[in-house]
């Protein structure tokens, strides 16, 4: 069969592609001709059908060259020929310079904006925040940074790091959400680079946030990044106060240094330690720290009242209707749960838990006390605890120590793990003086490793992922601890009863998927880092405060039965539980209520009830207070006294208020851990 030729049309096309492929001469070739072929017909037109054209066909074609000039901005002169080639020379100088002078203008604006969104321009800005780094803590701390922003005029949070300004930009938007009067802020670029920081007018800010990158190389990066920061600043005096954090006790020192006397260093992997090593001995802790360290609900903040001073502290814990009085400020340091004979200077402010920084209102609340509803005191028991770790990471040592330190004599703590026993033994030791650590090998992710333990004989149990692996998806360590979860789960139902599980993750979006019961104890490791940091960039005291609570032995947070403050079955005002906590040298703050412990969002837990409030306690109740360690007689050794504290400022009320509550000083400078700011 005879195969046809192209028709004309795919000729002409084929035709016109291959003029245009020939470059700029030939489209400016073909722009001239279509608009000559347009504009020269239709000029004729409008001469040859005007109602008065020009006399004979020369005076017509003039008019047809005026119009078409006119319209192509060619002149439209007639007259001699040089006349007309001079009028059309003139007339494509001025389009070329006109075109070229449109071309510069959006080429200078394209680049404006484009270094716009590449967040290269220099922030001019006084008093607001800046977050340097990324990780999944940037999420937690900018939010917190918003809702601590919500009754500021005008708040601005800058963040800068080595990211496209789009792209970080939807990510806030889209996990944070709407940040109301908050202004945010990205610039792009690298942290470590001065040049690059100070777009973030670092000198001005109130405070400056690092934190620590997604990979081993964070804590290095930390240091170069607080070195950065001093070279972008005229001076340390211009530097804004910093909050930083390192993963590694080796990077600590380095860490404070580079960040100067302004700066406070935490250290993550201490206090994720600390936190899950309280909450292992006092299920529940978890979400007492997640409320006092979010924004949302109530926190530390300092107080002056002019009125309260001369009195003993004894008399503040029940001078405030709507804030729980915890400690002091003084020159030297904050002082937590200090006796209650100690007198209120007239340079002291009042640490308080209250919804917000102005919100603690004077109220005398003696009135709602109800002395006969106080439960005598009795003293706690104490028998060996064991513990089961499921897992192993860099944390699993500190938190085994920090877990040892409190523990009664003869507790045991047993650590199913992957790592060969040498690995576990040398890294914590075989224990302490009245505690042992022992090393049962197993993948906890195996059903087989799990039934072959004694579940019902632990009173805790702590689920740790693993450390990443070298080429392993940053989800592995989770994906494993979500499934030892479900084999524990199973475990629970066949022995019929709900252990105490302290689980740690690393995505906060994996909390919802994990099988715990409601109010079970999880810890987002960077979660609650972020913050810390969040907190102490609002307030500079409170880094001394929380690594008082956060500390082994020291002054801490502990959920206690109400039945030791209160008679069970009776009704009595939150008032009658501060006060029956003041007998005991403590400092009650809430309440947990075992009637709502499975309801979402509080699982019954309270803090900083009205003092007025009042309700029927129950067996099952529990209070929240801070207090020391136990003397063994249901009464707590005071707080930490700063260094400097003088002895005549502590006097006794005549009621047996200072037996427990004095024993504090002898840890001060005791060579315990070093603070973690």
């Not at 959400?177 to 000198?203: E, H, N, Q, Y």
């Not at 009135?367 to 439960?375: K, P």
Request: aromatic share 4%; charged share 20%; hydrophobic share 40%.
């Amino acid at each position: 069969m005879e195969q046809r030729g192209p028709g004309v049309g795919a000729r002409a096309r084929y035709w016109f592609d291959t003029t245009l492929a020939r470059g700029t001469s030939a489209l400016v070739g073909w722009l001239v001709a279509v608009c000559l072929a347009l504009v020269v017909p239709a000029s004729a037109v409008l001469v040859w059908t005007a109602p008065h054209p020009p006399a004979g066909l020369s005076g017509k074609l003039a008019q047809v060259w005026r119009l078409t000039g006119e319209t192509l901005r060619l002149g439209g002169t007639t007259g001699s020929p040089v006349r007309v080639l001079l009028s059309v020379l003139l007339a494509l100088v001025a389009l070329v310079y006109v075109s070229t002078l449109v071309g510069l203008i959006t080429t200078g604006l394209t680049e404006r904006l484009i270094a716009l969104r590449r967040g290269r321009s220099t922030l001019v800005e006084h008093g607001h925040v800046v977050v340097l780094g990324w990780s999944e803590q940037v999420f937690t701390v900018v939010g917190e940074l918003v809702a601590a922003g919500a009754n500021q005029r005008r708040p601005a949070v800058a963040v800068l790091a080595d990211r496209d300004k789009t792209a970080m930009e939807e990510a806030l938007y889209s996990k944070v959400g709407p940040t109301g009067r908050t202004r945010l802020i990205c610039r792009s670029g690298p942290s470590t680079d001065p040049a690059v920081l100070a777009l973030t007018s670092p000198a001005t800010a109130e405070s400056v946030l690092v934190l620590p990158p997604d990979d081993p190389r964070g804590d290095a990066d930390v240091v170069k990044t607080l070195l950065a920061l001093r070279a972008a600043v005229s001076g340390d005096d211009a530097t804004a106060p910093v909050v930083a954090a390192v993963r590694d006790s080796a990077y600590l020192l380095a860490a404070r240094l580079a960040a100067g006397e302004r700066g406070i260093v935490v250290e993550s992997d201490t206090v994720t330690a600390r936190l899950i090593a309280q909450a292992a001995r006092r299920p529940g802790l978890s979400l007492v720290h997640r409320e006092l360290l979010d924004f949302a609900g109530d926190e530390f903040y300092p107080a002056s009242h002019p009125s309260l001073v001369g009195r003993d502290f004894g008399d503040v814990l029940l001078s405030y209707g709507n804030a729980c009085a915890v400690g002091l400020i003084r020159a030297d340091g904050p002082w937590l749960n200090p006796p209650a004979g100690t007198v209120i200077g007239p340079d002291d402010r009042i640490i308080v838990i209250a919804a917000d920084d102005d919100t603690a209102e004077l109220a005398d609340c003696t009135r709602w006390v109800e002395e006969r509803l106080i439960a005598a005191p009795r003293p706690r028991e104490t028998r060996p605890e064991r513990v089961l770790v499921l897992g192993w990471n860099r944390r699993a040592p500190l938190i085994l120590r920090e877990w040892g330190r409190n523990a009664p004599p003869g507790s045991v703590a047993d650590v199913v793990t992957e790592e060969d026993g040498v690995t576990v033994r040398t890294a914590c030791g075989t224990g302490g003086a009245h505690w042992r650590c022992v090393h049962r090998g197993g993948d906890t992710t195996r059903p087989e490793t799990l039934y072959g333990l004694d579940i019902a004989s632990y009173d805790s149990v702590i689920v740790l992922g693993r450390d990443p692996r070298p080429g392993e998806p940053p989800e592995e360590p989770d994906n494993r601890t979500l499934v030892t979860l479900l084999v524990l789960r199973h475990l629970e139902q066949r022995i019929g009863r709900e252990l105490p599980v302290v689980t740690e993750l690393t995505d906060d979006g994996n909390r919802p998927l994990a099988p715990l019961g409601p109010g079970a104890d999880v810890i987002i490791s960077g979660k609650l880092v972020g913050l810390l940091m969040a907190q102490i960039s609002q307030n500079r005291h409170l880094a001394a405060v929380f690594d008082e609570l956060f500390s082994a032995g020291g002054t801490q947070v502990h959920l206690r039965p109400a039945a030791d403050y209160v008679l069970p079955g009776q009704e009595a005002s939150f008032a009658t539980v501060v006060a029956a906590a003041r007998g005991r040298g403590e400092c009650a703050i809430g309440y947990r209520s075992h009637a709502d412990t499975g309801r979402a969002p509080g699982y019954g837990l309270r803090v900083n009830p009205p003092k007025a409030e009042r309700r029927c306690w129950t067996t099952g109740d529990e209070v929240v207070v801070i207090a020391g360690a136990d003397d063994g007689h249901g009464r707590a050794s005071g707080g930490r006294v700063p260094r400097s504290r003088d002895a005549r400022d502590e006097r006794h009320d005549g009621h047996g208020h200072g037996d427990g509550r004095s024993g504090g000083g002898a840890r001060a400078g005791d060579g315990t851990d070093p603070p973690t700011g």
